[in-house]
């Protein structure tokens, strides 16, 4: 009975104890009694968390501030960057779609040659209409050559140099063209004016033009191919006591933006000067 | 930037400004420099730009004497004179070349419009053409 000791009863009591113990939770008898007393540590632990990230977030915000102004600033400078590759992209579709607009149409009128050149000035004087091009007599392009746009007629090639050429609009007020109203049937004379504005003149009175009626080149004087498009009647106006109506028109081709152009090479104009009688 | 069928001229404007400078001695040669190269690339008859150029300086020279202690009007006035003289030049000038253009439709839609927006444009030009001569002639230093 020496194993009966104090001792030894002590040690059986705590093993059984536990071993109770552990048997109660596994069972879960003691699941109660455990969240009883886990609610105060978890309150205790939220409280000393939050403290802890408040004070944490106060020492360490200097340092993420600098860091997310530095990361903003080259965000910043990528957007940038962006953005102007984006302009550049956008100018180049717009051009490379004009490009394929004057290309089409050379495809549609296969019967003359084109020489494609870019628009690079303007008529510095308020008086007259002109536009520079890129492309002079190194490349092919001669005095009176036609000028055209996938739309229509734009005008004619007034001066030359080695690279570059100016080109008088129809819309001058210098600038007679030879047309034919498709619908009527007549000819007539298209004229511009000192607005930038072009108008018919020489109607016979008894022709009947509507508004509307497209407006063709006739291909007289042989300055111009025939059949370009020109432009279309807006209204017309006949006065008394006039030998002619006249009729203003809406030209094809808006000449204030115009950024590209077709110069027909293989039409050669015609100078029918020497036919005409002296006065 | 047309208006109705008018434009500024901004080298005009500069030569106004410039001329109306006292320290400048030089700006007859620079106005018959540019009013060359204006003639090469302008479909213009090639004297008139020239002609219209050395005038707006002629312009500027004679009231520069007369107006010289308020350079600001006398930009404004350059600006008045010397744009209506250059575009009544021009219209001489194509209607002797046989344009079918007359006075009262110039005056209405050309001659107008470009005086008013010359003179919107006359201020700035005449401030850039100040500082310009400031930084070319720099003020003598009294020893």
Known sequence: MKFLNSKNIQTIVIILTVSGLLFLALSGYLTPIFNLSLNPLIALQRWLSVRYISARDFLTTPRDVVELREQNAALEVQVNQLQTELIVMEERLGEAQVCFALLDFGRTNPEYDYIAATVIGREISPFLQYIII????????????????????????????????????????????????????????????????????????DANVEPGDVVLTSGLGGNFPPNIFVGQVLSTQSRENALFQTASVQPIVDFSSINAVLVVSNFEAVDISPLIPEE | MPLIAGSADLILLFFAAWSLQEKVKNSWLWAAIAGILISIVSAMPFFAPLIGYMGVVGISKLLQKRVWRIPIIAMFIVTLLGTFFQQALYLLVLQISGAPLTWGESFDTVMLPSVLLNLIFALPIYAVASELVGRIYPLEADV
Do not use: C, W
């Open chain 1, 134 to 205: 890129d492309k002079g007599t190194e490349d092919g392009v001669r005095f009176g050559m036609p000028v055209v746009t996938q739309q229509g007629l734009v005008g004619r090639v007034d001066a030359i140099i080695a690279r570059a050429s100016r080109i008088k609009l129809i819309s001058d007020s210098t600038s007679v063209v030879n047309i034919r109203l498709q619908s009527a049937g007549i000819e007539a004379q298209l004229e511009g004016s000192l607005t930038g504005d072009v108008f018919l003149d020489m109607i016979p009175l």
